[in-house]
């Protein structure tokens, strides 16, 4: 009686296969019987298309970026919709605790808590330093003592120096008296430095600390000013922000030049000028106001 053998055991692989993608069909390799030499070709396998997966939305938090809702295919990783990043809002610090008084010789600190998440951000607290004389009184004038200052064209000076309401009734805080922790999304800054208004619009942080973020300009400091001039960048308490007009013009706040009656030049630090003039216009600035860069 003779063996039976079984017919597979006799082909060969013959050539390579084809791996089958989400787009493309695949094909098993070829194979040849070692007996007769006759090939047989490998079998096509079917694509089954992609498999389309949302990518979740995620919500931005007070450090940490966001992103809005995507697609992709969970086969390939193809991304179909992709997600736009959403920036970290910012924390919003309260006024502070102090966790340790600083005397002549030794610093302190204070902790602030954020409003929002729960972080804490601890700040130093300078060494208040050896007096000669305690008894020597202070050649400052005390604040009860002080009074408001007003500026023609530029508004009323808190008496502290910390605020300035407009003559518009707007209210900014004034930039060389602010700290860091004010540094807040939305925070309205008045700058004498710059000679510019201006709208905290994102700012960036790192390990609990502003280290960036852009303003809007909204306005001269002095709408009697005759020249204004907007830079791509602003210091504000140590800290270096992206001006919204300049090389990086978004936008332009609504009225930035009504009342500037005396406006003469206007000057943007970019390439992009011709597209701004008509803008620049609705802004408020006088017919007469040239506009160069």
């Known amino acids: 009686m003779k063996k039976l053998v079984d017919r597979y055991a006799l082909l060969s692989v013959e050539g390579t296969a084809v791996k089958v993608t989400c787009t493309s069909n695949g094909r098993e390799a070829d194979k040849k019987c070692t007996r007769c030499q006759d090939l047989i070709e490998g079998a096509v396998i079917e694509s089954k298309g992609h498999i389309e997966v949302v990518i979740p939305a995620k919500a931005p938090s007070c450090d940490e970026k966001g992103n809005t809702e995507g697609t992709k295919c969970s086969v390939c990783g193809e991304i179909f919709v992709a997600p736009e990043e959403i920036e970290a809002t910012g924390h919003v610090w309260d006024e502070g605790k102090v966790i340790k008084e600083p005397t002549e010789t030794e610093k302190g600190s204070k902790v602030y808590t954020c409003k929002v998440c729960g972080g804490i951000r601890e700040e130093e607290i300078a060494a208040t330093g050896k007096k000669d004389n305690p008894d020597e009184k202070s050649s400052e004038q005390p604040v009860s003592d002080q009074k408001p200052v007003q500026e023609d064209g530029v508004g009323t000076i808190s008496a502290d120096g910390k605020t300035l309401t407009d003559t518009d009734g707007v209210k ?20 004498k430095a710059s000679a510019g208004k201006y709208k905290i619009t994102a700012v960036t942080m790192k390990n609990g600390k502003v280290v960036g973020g852009t303003v809007a300009y909204n306005k001269p400091y002095n709408k009697n000013c005759k020249t204004a001039t907007v830079g791509a960048t602003v210091d504000i308490a140590g800290v270096t922000f992206k001006v919204t007009i300049g090389k990086n013009i978004t936008k332009i706040g609504s009225n930035a030049f009504n009342g500037c009656s005396k406006l003469k030049n206007v000057i943007f630090k970019t390439s992009k000028l011709k597209k701004y003039k008509k803008i620049i216009k609705k802004a408020g600035a006088p017919k007469k106001a040239k506009i160069t860069k």
């Open 172 to 191: 900014y805080l004034v930039a060389e008296k602010m700290t860091a922790d004010q540094l807040t999304k939305h925070a309205m800054i008045a700058d």
